[in-house]
């Protein structure tokens, strides 16, 4: 018995000193290929195990603290190579190893991984806080530009960036509240982590006979799991392919009411007193650093200044928009009263369950659209073709699949980008469409390599799409909604804003642009879904072959300003929302949840629940910020109305696109690189005509 201890004990032992090894050559491979003249390969490997990943951030943690160790130490005797060049390449190798080590928690099938990936996320995150928090290496900074080196571009653009981030980290204050800064910075780093992982990990389930589930399709029902210990019920989970057929679809109040209640209790009572403690926080940080709110101190360095701009555009657009929701508001209480068959003179009020069944209803009745009779004609694979196609053709490049040897999930598909005319590698990206368990829950781009300058060389990008379409079943392919297709095509849009950046630096690669604008790229391209001739090209029925009709085609384009007074309330409602919390030192989020949604979009929330515990923006780096996405579709779809309206597939227009929007990344001001794309200041017009309003 004691001797098997012993050879337990060394094997072990021994197994551990080999893993450490097998994780240093790792770090070595990939910290010595970012240290190269050039790098034109894809350094990501998805295959570590929960230990490893632990292994390496302990080790990577000590070699980022010595590469701060050296800029500190080079205060005596600043140069561009030994304080902003050495930030920039520890940047890049940072943005690189992180990603290695904490995105498996977005994709992994392991939940042992998962976990390992988000504890080094924290690890990292804190890391990142006290590195990028540290005063001497700020002073370093401080002595270079008292050197006076004259720089330009770029360069001076990075010092400039660099010194403003170290002050709004408040490293020109006195030590007390540089440490509470801090210390509040790395709280809020792991609760926002937490918030996240309540979602992703949300397995809430309903369950529901086939007759409570009258309306939905047979196509539904058959993918739906039945439940173990009563066959004659079906699973109904919260996630995108379930909750939005059901809440547009079913005839049964009481499901969707049950639906709907579950959906905006989700995570209700963790996920409330992390968002509310994070309001607080940044409150706090706000106000050490002398703003008068948290909403000031993002929005400082954003496209919009400051709260009275963005408060003022909400406003205004409100009230623009008024007059068309209660139009559009009118016409779904009719709906309502004519299918309840209610009184004439009965008052009639629409509940939140109602509202995605009625606005789908709109479509069917005035538009004479069913997008359940659209869907055979976007099988995923018809739709992924001709959006890599589209792409191609209006960015002059070229898009092939390729095998990745570490992907994560035979889910993901591995695509390598080269331009068109020259045939040089300009990039990878990852597509990963359907869900599973663990898995992201919602649709998103990521970043996973940046596209850098090296001694010379180019790091090239690598970026992934994460969906959650329908999985196919075993009689008809994988099959999207038109509403998918446009989520498609928006994070694709984000795909290629990462992968065609010609930024040197970390800092300014692909999205790092204000936040602002960041949204632009991928909403300007959601217009292609709209247009006949794009539509042709990514669409054909799954059976027959046959392309959509062109009648059918028309309906779906008139049908573009179905709603849209309710449907903008809504993203006012979640704008204004985000501003309210963060221009106050506390918030009860559910009573002002409830508040605004009563004031704006004239329907009461779902009593008893809080949609801000789900909101994930919230703790996702949108605080303050949500407004960016109503703000950037006026400079999108001014774009996209100068530039490229009944011009689709100009390949002039997309070469400018791809050289004055998506290269420069963040090196320019957004507003600078609008003014260089569009010749003149962006207008308003195109965006009111979106919306079916006069200019």
């Not at 929005?299 to 919009?304: K, P």
């Not at 591995?414 to 990878?428: E, M, P, Q």
């Not at 292609?528 to 054909?540: I, N, Q, T």
């Not at 809080?610 to 909101?615: C, D, G, K, L």
Request: charged share 30%; proline share 3%.
């Amino acid at each position: 018995f004691v001797f098997r201890g012993f050879f337990f004990f060394f094997f072990f032992f021994f197994f551990f000193l080999l893993l450490l090894k097998v994780m240093s050559k790792m770090l070595e491979k990939v910290l010595k290929a970012l240290s190269k003249d050039k790098c034109d390969v894809n350094l990501l490997r998805w295959d570590l195990n929960a230990a490893q990943i632990a292994s390496a951030v302990e080790e990577f943690s000590k070699f980022a603290i010595s590469m701060f160790d050296k800029i500190a130490e080079a205060r005596e005797s600043p140069s561009w190579d030994n304080v902003c060049g050495a930030l920039a390449d520890v940047e890049t190798k940072f943005y690189v190893v992180d990603d290695i080590l904490t995105y498996p928690q977005n994709v992994s099938s392991s939940e042992e991984v998962r976990n390992a990936a988000r504890d080094a996320d924290k690890v990292l995150s804190d890391l990142y806080v006290d590195l990028t928090s540290r005063h001497d290496v700020y002073l370093a900074f401080k002595a270079y530009e008292e050197k006076g080196d004259v720089l330009e571009g770029e360069r001076k653009r990075f010092l400039d960036h660099t010194l403003r981030a170290f002050r709004r980290k408040g490293l020109h204050l006195e030590k007390e509240k540089r440490e509470r800064i801090t210390e509040l910075n790395k709280k809020m780093s792991a609760l926002g982590i937490e918030f996240r992982k309540n979602l992703s990990e949300d397995k809430t389930t309903l369950l529901f006979t086939a007759e409570e589930l009258d309306g939905m399709s047979d196509d539904f029902i058959s993918g739906l799991e039945k439940d173990k210990d009563d066959d004659s019920k079906y699973c109904v989970t919260l996630s995108y392919p379930h909750y939005h057929p059901v809440m547009k679809l079913c005839n049964v109040v009481e499901t969707r009411r049950k639906l709907e209640f579950a959906y905006t209790s989700r995570c209700m009572e963790t996920n409330t007193k992390i968002l509310e403690a994070l309001v607080q926080m940044r409150h706090e940080i706000a106000s050490l650093l002398g703003y008068e709110t948290h909403a000031a101190f993002v929005q400082e360095i954003r496209m919009a200044k400051n709260p009275k701009t963005v408060k003022d555009f909400l406003d205004d657009l409100s009230e623009r928009l008024t007059p068309l929701q209660d139009k559009e508001l009118s016409v779904l209480c009719n709906l309502k009263k004519s299918e309840e068959h209610l009184p004439d003179d009965e008052d009639v009020k629409i509940d939140p369950w109602d509202v995605s069944y009625y606005l789908e209803k709109v479509k069917k009745t005035q538009y004479n659209i069913d997008h359940q009779l659209l869907k055979p004609y976007f099988p995923v694979e018809v739709v992924t073709k001709g959006l890599l196609e589209i792409y191609e053709e209006l960015l002059n490049l070229k898009i092939e699949e390729t095998a990745d040897p570490n992907g994560w999930h035979e889910d993901a598909k591995f695509f390598t980008v080269r331009d068109a005319d020259s045939d040089a590698l300009i990039g990878h990206f990852y597509l990963d469409l359907h869900p599973r368990d663990g898995k992201y829950t919602h649709a998103a781009c990521w970043g996973l390599q940046p596209s850098v300058s090296l001694s010379g060389g180019r790091l090239i990008p690598v970026a992934a799409v994460l969906c959650n379409f329908s999985k196919p079943t075993k009689d008809k392919p994988a099959l999207l909604l038109h509403s998918e297709v446009e989520t498609f095509f928006h994070e694709f849009g984000h795909c290629m804003h990462q992968v065609c950046s010609l930024a040197n630096m970390v800092m300014f690669a692909g999205t790092r642009v204000e936040r602002d604008f960041v949204e632009l790229p991928s909403q300007m391209l959601e217009n292609w879904v709209w247009e006949k001739d794009a539509l042709a090209r990514m669409s054909s029925h799954y059976d027959t072959g046959a392309p959509i009709p062109d009648e059918m085609i028309e309906k779906l384009v008139a049908s573009r300003h179905a709603n849209a007074g309710i449907l903008t309330k809504r993203q006012i409602l979640y704008a204004t929302f985000d501003q309210t919390i963060h221009t106050q030192s506390e918030a009860n989020t559910a009573s002002i949840f409830a508040s605004l949604c009563d004031k704006i979009c004239k329907y009461p929330s779902t009593p008893n629940t809080n949609f801000a515990a789900s909101f994930g923006h919230m703790a996702g780096g949108y605080d303050a910020q949500y407004y960016g996405y109503l703000w950037s579709e006026v400079f999108a779809m001014d774009v996209y109305a100068t530039k490229f309206k009944g011009k689709i597939f100009d390949k002039m227009a997309g070469k400018e696109y791809r050289e004055k929007i998506l290269a420069p990344g963040g090196t320019k001001d957004a507003s600078d690189m609008l003014r260089d794309f569009l010749g003149r200041e962006p207008q308003l017009d195109a965006f009111l005509e979106s919306r079916g309003l006069d200019v």
